[in-house]
């Protein structure tokens, strides 16, 4: 009997040990996330909402800086070891995207989100450039499309398992033959600064005060701008103010015409944002 007695609690005991074994194979493995963006208001974001508490997930945010230049970058990666970079900014600057090439190569399984404010033509393909290197994932989308936190959190998830995400204004300009607008090249960098407000719905007024400049100097940069976009085929004259915004919309990724959709080479079929990211691998 003490024979059989110590048998079966030998068996519990293997049970038991099999259990917490199962427990810890299946317990999730903590995301290591770093955040460097340029902007206040969302680094302060990021702060409060990348925790557990708010994202009920196995986030760990290491920490949020301004700072993103090369040498600043590889000290984070080297000394922390994060599984996930989140780049935030308002447009592509050059520098960030040496530094992402960078990252993808030297640090290959690392995944990238590149939230954007605006994204050009250009900057399409040196992102489609730089998302088919590395073995990361990798996240890109325009900050006005995503709705909530947990949005972003499933880039960041998607990008650590080696997933790229695309936003739906992206999408197709990503696979497309390079278009070029030639009529952006023209304009001075205050007339693109305007340019980029009327096509948010600013007017002149808010314009004038977000700029800090008068409302008759928001109007001379205007009417210029219109001479200038006089020359594109695709301007209305007798609409100016919304055919130089939606002209503005294309040239940056912002609006997808069906003309676009009609002449990419790759075919892809972005969903609704509300409905959640589109999530393809690139072979």
Avoid: W
Avoid at 32 to 43: A, G, H, N, T
Avoid at 143 to 155: A, C, N, R, T, V
Avoid at 218 to 235: P, T, W
């Amino acid at each position: 009997m003490k024979d059989l007695a110590r048998a079966a609690l030998g068996v519990l005991s293997g049970q038991n040990t099999a259990k917490r074994s199962n427990m810890a194979r299946t317990k999730p493995r903590i995301l290591r996330l770093y955040v460097i963006e340029e902007q206040e208001i969302y680094r302060e974001i990021y702060k409060s909402a990348l925790s557990f508490d708010v994202l009920k997930a196995p986030f760990e945010l290491l920490g949020v800086s301004k700072n993103g230049d090369s040498a600043a970058i590889t000290r984070v990666i080297l000394d922390l070891k994060p599984d996930v970079l989140v780049f935030g900014a308002r447009k592509l600057r050059e520098g960030l995207v040496d530094e992402m090439e960078h990252i993808r190569v030297a640090h290959p399984k690392i995944g990238i989100v590149l939230l954007l404010v605006s994204c050009s033509v250009d900057d399409i393909q040196a992102l489609r450039s730089i998302a088919l290197k590395g073995e990361g994932g990798m996240a890109l989308f325009l900050k006005q499309s995503l709705d909530d936190i947990q949005q972003l959190s499933g880039l960041v998830v998607a990008a650590s398992q080696g997933q790229v995400v695309l936003d739906p204004a992206l999408a197709t300009f990503l696979f497309m033959e390079k278009t070029t607008y030639p009529f952006l090249k023209e304009l001075t960098a205050r007339e693109s600064e305007i340019l980029s407000l009327m096509a948010r719905g600013y007017t002149n007024a808010t314009i004038a005060e977000c700029l800090c400049i008068d409302v008759k100097t928001v109007e001379h940069h205007i009417n210029s701008m219109y001479g200038k976009l006089k020359a594109d085929a695709e301007f209305d004259s007798k609409h100016p103010r919304v055919s130089a915004a939606r002209l503005y919309l294309e040239a940056t990724g912002q609006l997808v015409t069906p003309e676009a959709m009609g002449t990419a080479s790759t075919p892809f079929e972005a969903p609704p944002v509300a409905a959640g990211p589109r999530v393809r691998s690139i072979a």
